[in-house]
Each structure stands twice: as C-alpha cells, then as structure tokens.
C-alpha cells in the first residue's frame, strides 16, 4: 500500500463493490497517512486525506443506490443533495472525522411527502451502515441524515432556515452555523447552492442577525492565559496536554466562517475563506497572510493528536499529549493562538460596525 499512488487509491476505493472491502482499503490508507504525518506534515497530506475521504464518502452513496434498486426499491425518485456539515464540509477532515451530514431533496409533484420521505429514510439508512462499516462514528451532536431534521425536501429546509433566523436564541443560531459550512459532496449541487444563496441573501438584508451570531462564534475561547502562557488539561488521562481542537482549531475556524457570511462567500473552506476576503479587499492582505500562517498551525497540530479505535470506529480526543508538547511545538502553538486573540478582537470590531453602520 505504500506505494500506492493517490490514482491508484482512488481507484481502488471507486472499483470497490462492497462496504467490507472499502473498510479494508480506508485501513491500509490509514496507516500509510499516519507514517507521514509522523514524519513531516504538509497542506498537500491534507488535501489529500479529504479527497480519499471524500471518494469513500461518494462510493458509499453510489452503492446505497445501487443495493436499494437491487432489493426493489427503485432508483431516486427525485434530485437530492447529500451534504457535509462540520470539518467534512469545510474539507479539513482529519483521518479520524466523525460523520456530519443531510440529505436535500427536490419537491415534487408527483410523489406524496411520505412516498419521498419513505425512500430518503431507506437510502440514508443503508448509506450510514455502509459509512459506519467504514470506521466513521456518527456525530454526538446528532446533526446527521438519519435526524429527519436535517434529512427534509428543499421548502421545508427553507421554512426551517427562516424559523431559526427569526426566532435567533442560542440553539437555533449554533444550527445557522453548522449550515453555513455545507457542502455537497453527491447529487445536486444546484439544491445546495440555493439553499446557501438564500442564507447568505439574508444576512445581507438583516445584518442585525450577526450580533447573535457573534456571540456564538466567540463561545470558545483561545487557551492562551493572559502572560502568555498555555492554557493546559488539569485532570485526568489528558493532563498536562493541550486541546487543539477547541483551544486553537475552532475559535479560528468560527470566526473566519462568521467573517466569510458577513461578506456573503459561498465557499466553506476556511483557508478559501480567507483568500476570498483577502481578493475582495474585505481584510488587508497581511492579516490574511497570518491567519493562513495561523490557521495551517492549527490543522498541522490537529493531525498530530494521538487517534484510538473504539468498536471500531477511529475516534480522537482532539488533545495533544503532554510529552508532545516540546519547546518547538509549544513555541508554534503560541504563535498560533496570539494569532487566533487577534482575529477574534477583529472579528468582533468587523460586526460591531457593520451593525452600527446599518443603524446608522
């Protein structure tokens, strides 16, 4: 296997003909990125590891569709987007990333509600076993295809969209959020462009939304102490290490997403993010230098916390063990998240005057 090429993987992963035999392949994939990560890091290993991802992901569905027309069940009876939430939509998947996802699909007049949402349950069942198989654990928060709310027809994601919007108390807008990170990775990419188009053309008209937003996407803050120090775990089998995935990873990711609605960038990647508000004149060009510089640290740094199978699936705690933590690696850190302070002291001042210039 290691001497396989990306073509080669990828084939192997689109010839697969059973969910067993790409679980063998996501292994053998596994170990042979992880001996690299050991060694160097680079954004190429991460690009990479979300396109092998993302083959897996879209092989699954294609086989979903062709075991439910096997068994009788037909082929789509309409158009639908399968979305990714989280870092699968913003294609900064670690090897370990859990599943974040929903399923859209086009209304129709020719099907009843319950004729669609009687196939949709079918296909989105059979595509969670085959990625569940394949070692992905499904999200703890429950944003998932199985969770009707996030498996509906277009209209009725639109009408919920507008419920959130209106009614913008802390749950509703954490869900605003996680959809303005999705991207479709099967089906219908136009159901998927409308739905984010019409997002975004809200926030346009009602600015005022993004004060709620703000204070969501400020919630995790940066772990470094006021002397410039790293803010590390105090109890248990983490101690002494550090959480990179809510201390430096998260808090930079939010608010380039918060930053990226308030411009109305379509693109959910974050480094994509920032070149666009970069291109657009929306920051200057030097900040966005050191938010790219920042933001590879982060992922780097997230690739390097130690992975574990639990029944089989590949899970991580997000921390970097304290025997990780060397003078070269905390000396990055610390770069990374002075970085990350500064962003979030710009991020509040972007939206404060956006909402003073509307009132104005």
Known sequence: MNHLSMEQILERIYQSEQFDE????????????REHLLFSHSPE???KVNKIHDAFIYRTIELAEHLLEDEGFGKPPVPYAFILFGSGGRSEQTLWSDQDNGLIY??????????????????VECILHGLDILGYPPCEGNVISSNKQWRKSLTTYEEMLMTWFNEPDWE????LLIMADMRCIFGSQALADQLKSEFLAYVQQHPSILNFMLSNTLHH????????????????????????????YIPIVNGIRLLAIQAGIMHSSTSERIKQLKESSFIPEQLANEWLEAFAAALKLRDLTPYQLDDEKYSTRGRLGADQLTKEVKQELKQCLRTGIELQKYVRK???SRIEKEKG
């Open 22 to 33: 790409m679980r063998i392949t996501r292994d053998q994939v596994h170990e042979m990125f």
């Open 350 to 352: 972007s939206i404060f």
């Open 221 to 248: 803050k940066i772990s470094l102490g006021v002397f410039g120090h790293l803010i590390t775990e105090r109890y248990g089998e983490d101690a002494g290490g550090f959480d990179v995935k809510y201390g430096a």
């Open 45 to 47: 290993i991460g690009r």
């Open 106 to 123: 086009k209304d129709s007049e020719d099907y009843t509600k319950e004729e669609l949402d009687a196939y949709f349950i079918k296909l």
């Open 172 to 175: 509703n807008i954490r869900y």
